[in-house]
């Protein structure tokens, strides 16, 4: 699930790591060079953060840091509150979910699942599709098979 080897082209970078008493595996031939152990917190570090000023970057970095959090926890937050704890949420969104969820076949986890597996599906699509399409058939994919869903009756309009 987490990868444990780093790759890297660059030789300041390596040289970096190197100096925190990392193993550097360089392979003849090739530009790539592995680096063990990778941290899970090196995925949030770019390069544009160190090319940026300080502040900046830090700042850039907690948003990514903020955007992580969320992307893990709001998916199964909205689920349990909707599920099992409604008396969370207030009156008149409680009402209009619960008329969406009259109107649609599948229990709101089930809804959730499938938004994510799609979401999955058009983030794969956007990057093996060719440079000047990726954008469009991310943004366009998302909209046409988002109104689609609506539409068939298979998630309920959330507004």
Sequence with gaps: ??????????????????????????????????????LFIENFQSFDDYANRPYYATFTRLIKYLAFFLAIFLPGF???VTTFHPEL?????????????????????????????IYEIMREAGLRAPKSLSHAVSIVGALVIGEAA?????VGPRR
């Design 1 to 38: 699930m987490f990868s444990c080897v780093g790759l890297s082209e660059r030789p300041d970078t390596i040289c970096g790591k190197i100096s925190e008493g990392r193993v550097a595996v360089i392979i003849d031939g090739t530009p790539n060079v592995l680096v063990v152990p990778h």
């Design 150 to 154: 609506v539409n068939s009756g298979l």
């Design 89 to 117: 949420i207030l009156e008149p969104l409680l009402i209009k979910i619960a008329q969406s969820e009259t109107t649609t076949p599948f229990p709101i986890m089930l809804e959730a699942l499938v938004i994510h597996i």
């Design 78 to 80: 909205y689920v349990s």
